[in-house]
């Protein structure tokens, strides 16, 4: 679960010699694995007001990667594009680790707003959502490399709930206000998960699966907030999805005009992002497959209303190579990206406690897998729904 951990790491940390060393080490993002070079751009995506957090301005932006064309005379896409934002932040008391970085001259491998890769067939599309207060930035290494694959990866930053975010008018919106508190609704989430690593341990320890089922359930009664994030967040995922199907239309004057095959469609996300990509792909027929990176197996309905569709659910401190290169995989054999075997489960990838969860899909009329709430560390043991 480690929600609040995640989140809370984000931003407690200040300036000093030690956050120094530490974006000195992430310097050098690693080499994309693709055949593809790989370009990025941002957009803004009009949010309905009844969509989103309470009060949040009416617009997400999304950041895209994807497999690139021409990229001669392209610049390299720095690592923090929310380096505007960041800024204004870090006027109000809050610097976390990785503001240094934009200072020390990180730079991806992605080229900003190179033309689409013109192939074949249209490309397949990821869209991922980032942990709770988190950046679609902090990601870049995975989009990178999953564009380079020749997905087309589209990450929503969750206005009101990302750490901080420029919107196409220039306003700044972060998780702080300039009187350095946290925001009231980012507070009330986090206020929820104070005993969320003891009740992970519970869960873990049930002697069996309705024991840890049960004790999930009695958890999550008391974290209404969270979700209501979940709720929001799948219903963020939805609005962009609908741009997606709109910028991919032959004619839309958008660089992906005819680039894009939405009939071949997934979601993932890290932790709260994960939980809610699974959601949306729980509730909306478009999405072919999820994949919940570290986020809680269960929130809001998804007791009661389980997937039909695959579900890739990773865990573990290994080294993130080894997560792109699962979650590569598995969303090359859903989506159809390229010939490719999945390898599968513990036997391919035994540091990792994660499990293939194709049983999801109903197989047969009326028949489905559902996945109740056990052991956080390791498989998830299975049974009929009702």
Known sequence: MRHRSLALALFLAGPSAASAQVAAALLRLPEPTGPFPVGTTAFPVRRPPEVGAPGAQDELVVTAWYPAGDISGTAPAPYLREEAALRTMASYGRNPVGTSLFARGAVTHARLDAPVALQDRPLPVLVFSHVYLGMPSDYTALMEDLASHGFAVFSVAHTGETMAVMLSGGEVRTIFGSDNDLSPLAAEVLGGWDDEDAVGAGITAAPT??????????????????????????????????????????????????????????????????????????????????????GSPQYGDLFERP???????????????????????????????????????????????????????????GGCRRIPATQLSGPFPQRACP
Not at 240 to 257: C, H, K, L, N, W
Not at 319 to 337: K, N, S, Y
Not at 355 to 365: D, K
């Open 209 to 294: 699966p309705e024991r840890a089922e049960e004790t999930l359930r009695a958890y999550l009664t008391r974290t209404p907030s969270s979700a209501r994030v979940v709720e929001r967040w799948a219903a963020e995922t939805r609005v962009v999805v609908d741009e997606i199907e709109r910028i991919a239309t032959p004619g839309s004057g958008s660089r992906f005009s005819g680039r894009l095959d939405p009939g071949r469609l997934a979601a993932l996300g890290h932790s709260m992002g994960g939980v809610s990509s699974a959601a949306f792909c729980a509730r909306d027929s478009r999405c072919r497959a999820a994949a919940n990176l570290a």
């Open 307 to 365: 997937s039909a569709r695959p579900l890739l659910m990773v865990y573990g401190s290994r080294p993130a190579l080894i997560v792109h290169r699962l979650v590569r995989e598995f969303f090359t054999e859903q989506l159809g990206a390229e010939p490719s075997r999945l390898l599968s489960g513990q036997d391919a990838y035994p540091e990792l406690a994660i499990r293939w969860l194709s049983e999801t899909r109903a197989q047969r009329p």
